[in-house]
């Protein structure tokens, strides 16, 4: 039923920015959160950012707070994550997701991954030194 698409990644020198971004079809409802995740080969999957579309509450892991913001185009059924400052420890894969919110269901851990139900290809990102 939801589709995800990400695009935007690319290979950027330490300091650069990118803003990759991730497009959703098949639904068209705003009780819905949607999320920026990324894995590194090797390591486990870490939730970035993600913004709660029920209540407008954004939500970012340490190690991107003050760098990165999350940001929508409802128009374009599009979310984007503005990475700024970007480390070589940013690199990875990056993966958008997204769960549909009611009445009875609310998120309780915003950047798990379990909390999700549907999931992006992802968009690789590398930044070099």
């Known amino acids: 039923e939801v589709q995800l698409v990400e695009s935007g990644g690319g290979l950027v020198q330490a300091g650069g920015l990118l803003r990759p971004s991730c497009a959703a079809s098949?639904?068209?409802?705003?009780?819905?959160?949607i999320a920026w995740f990324r894995q590194a080969p090797g390591k486990e999957r870490e939730g970035v950012s993600c913004?709660?579309?029920?209540?407008?509450?954004?939500y970012y892991a340490d190690s991107v707070k003050g760098r990165f913001t999350i940001s929508s185009d409802n128009a374009k059924n599009t979310v984007y994550l503005q990475m700024n400052r970007l480390k070589p420890e940013d690199t990875a894969v990056y993966y958008c997701?997204?769960?549909?919110?009611?009445?009875?269901?609310?998120?309780?851990?915003?950047?798990?991954?379990?909390?999700?139900?549907?999931w992006g290809q992802g968009t690789q990102v590398t930044v070099s030194s």
């Open positions: 997701a997204l769960v549909r919110l009611s009445s009875w269901y609310a998120l309780v851990h915003p950047l798990k991954g379990y909390e999700y139900e549907y």
């Open positions: 913004v709660d579309k029920s209540n407008g509450n954004t």
């Open positions: 098949g639904s068209s409802s705003d009780a819905y959160a």
